[in-house]
């Protein structure tokens, strides 16, 4: 590397699965600016697994292995490099790698998720999902010249603690507990999911991801659903007051839906919107708590 040659700071992060998208470099522009100068180069990469043996042919059935070994996967890598804003200098590339950490590694993902989102829209396949620091098996930061970068190569880089280390867990035993409740109630039936809960995790999930026209046509119908779901529960005494503030939410998210269909929102509107989607959370942990 030339003392010329541009530094660009990256985050790079590894997934136990291939990410969907075909190896390779991809420009990526802001949304509102497709004629610009691209803000950032995402590089896909497929780690391939070590090829398992073929086992010799036998006449007959084997047993099954008591404990066969674990298959082989393909893992994927992703790098998302700031091409909007080289760095000047190695000193300049330094401090900022020595500060670095998961508020850069977050802007990374969201730059990763849209590219992902983009791909589940152009493959048409609904299973392809947004990824989360705690599906990372290595979250890494760093700087590098342009085409060392893009080979997966770098100047300088630190690895990312995993989430578990970075932070003591919070609720100890009751907290970890909850859901593995909740979840053994839904697979035996004594309390069946309600429709509301799946409609405002994508409400939720499209919000986090700055999807805000998605997401307030996807309040509306989760919204209604709370409200005839919420008000058909046997706890719907205890939740009278979660179900009027949801009640009188209804115009207003009616109106940023209608707003959605025809383009962008207002920040009025959007704010409509994410109260909406905590309302509509907040009523489903109290009937959480109500059921126990």
Do not use: K
């Amino acid at each position: 590397m030339s003392a010329s040659s541009p530094l660009f700071r990256f985050v790079q992060v590894e997934l136990p699965w291939p990410l969907g998208p075909p190896d390779g470099r991809y420009l990526v522009r802001a949304p509102e600016a497709p004629d610009a100068a691209p803000t950032h180069v995402i590089v896909f990469a497929t780690l391939g697994a070590p090829e398992r043996r073929r086992r010799v042919a036998r006449r007959g059935p084997r047993p099954a292995d008591p404990e066969p070994p674990p298959t082989p996967v393909a893992t994927g890598r992703a790098t998302v490099i700031d091409a909007g804003h080289p760095l000047e200098d190695v000193a300049a590339a330094q401090a900022w790698l020595e500060a670095a950490g998961e508020d850069d590694l977050a802007a990374g993902l969201a730059i990763l998720n849209r590219a992902l989102h983009a791909f589940r829209l152009a493959s048409a396949d609904p299973y392809l999902q947004p990824v989360g620091r705690a599906q990372t098996i290595a979250a890494r930061v760093g700087f590098g010249a342009g085409e060392q970068v893009a080979d997966g190569l770098w100047s300088d880089a630190r690895d990312l603690p995993a989430p578990d280390d970075r932070r003591p867990r919070r609720g100890g035993r009751r907290t970890m507990l909850a859901p593995q409740a909740r979840l053994a109630a839904a697979l035996g039936a004594r309390q069946p999911p309600l429709a509301c809960e799946e409609l405002t995790l994508r409400a939720r999930l499209d919000l986090d991801h700055d999807r805000p026209r998605e997401a307030a046509l996807q309040l509306l119908v989760a919204l209604d659903a709370a409200i005839a779901e919420l008000s058909a529960d046997p706890h719907a005494a205890a939740l009278a007051q979660r179900l009027t503030q949801l009640r009188e939410l209804r115009a207003d998210a009616g109106a940023a839906a209608q707003a959605a269909l025809g383009g962008p929102l207002t920040d009025q509107q959007a704010a409509v919107v994410a109260t909406g989607v905590g309302r509509i959370e907040a009523a489903l942990r109290a009937r959480t708590a109500e059921t126990g």
